[in-house]
């Protein structure tokens, strides 16, 4: 499977209001993409291709200091989140977010991805993702998935 990852950058005028889109699409959730939201300037979004069809999209987050808060180490500086992670319907259960995972983890070589599951425990699990629950509040917050060494 040759996935081909493409970062939403913002254009030219560098302005914070004013990026390349996500592409209006049914196979994703709406309230993730293209909301006002994505002006955040630590974030980062790629598209996910192959064979030209958008088939993933993903968020990571840089600012992602909060493991240790869920009784996993500290992971300071070399943490990366992926806030979102969606694979389009026709083409899940077949290897896509498992590769853009290993892309991922290609691309970021001195990083620790991070994820909170959003009832994708099964997902996380079979990557071989340490679970984490937060302390006090677990029935109210998603487990916490991180990458291991």
């Known amino acids: 499977m040759d996935l081909e990852l493409i970062e939403k950058k913002r ?3 560098e302005s914070r209001y004013v990026w390349q889109r ?18 955040d300037d630590g974030a980062t979004y790629l598209e996910v291709r ?7 999209r993903v968020e990571l987050d840089d600012r992602a200091d909060f493991a240790h808060e ?5 992971l300071g500086a070399i943490a990366l989140e992926i806030q979102f992670i969606e694979v389009a319907p026709a083409h899940r259960g077949k290897g896509v977010g498992t590769q853009v995972i290993a892309l991922l983890s290609a691309a970021n070589p001195s990083r620790r991805l991070v994820a909170f ?10 990557l071989g993702w340490e679970r984490y629950e937060h302390p006090e509040q677990a029935p109210w917050r998603r487990p916490l998935y991180v990458q291991p060494d």
């Open 11 to 13: 254009l030219s005028s």
């Open 22 to 39: 996500f592409e209006q699409s049914e196979h994703f959730n709406k309230r993730w993409w293209n909301e006002p939201r994505l002006f």
């Open 50 to 56: 192959l064979n030209g069809v958008e088939v993933a």
């Open 70 to 74: 869920f009784g996993a180490s500290r």
């Open 117 to 126: 599951s959003e009832e994708a425990d099964g997902f996380w699990a079979s």
